[in-house]
């Protein structure tokens, strides 16, 4: 069974930045693909940064140049850097890893909120 535990939410002020922490552990052989994704109230969950195996990150529109994902050597942790924090990144944070043939894993997820 794999765990991730999210870490490193809480309150920002517009323009702020957080980071955002996620550990794997359990039994598991390699990730495929590492995620961050989120979901505000009242609307679907939708992906904000994905890194591959072989470190190549993607981002949608809405985040990218603002936010940055990376990982460790090993490939079981994976943080999300946040800078210019807007009032409309305000959701519950996920963390998510897909091991090919295997399984997708979610985080119990991290509430984010920018507000002044």
């Known amino acids: 069974q794999v765990q991730l535990v999210e870490s490193g939410g809480g309150l920002a002020q517009p323009g702020g930045s957080l980071r955002l922490s996620c550990a794997a552990s359990?039994?598991?052989?390699?990730?495929?693909?590492m995620g961050w994704y989120r979901q505000a109230p009242g609307k679907e969950r939708e992906y904000v940064a994905i890194?591959?195996?072989?470190?190549?990150?993607r981002y949608p529109d809405p985040v990218k140049g603002r936010f940055t994902i990376s990982t460790d050597n090993a490939k079981t942790t994976v943080w999300l850097q946040m800078n210019s924090l807007k009032a409309e990144d305000t959701a519950v944070y996920y963390c998510?890893?897909?091991?090919?043939?295997?399984?997708?894993?979610w985080g119990q997820g991290t509430q984010v909120t920018v507000s002044s």
């Open positions: 359990g039994s598991f052989f390699r990730f495929n693909v």
């Open positions: 890194i591959t195996s072989n470190g190549i990150p």
């Open positions: 998510n890893a897909v091991e090919s043939r295997v399984g997708t894993y």
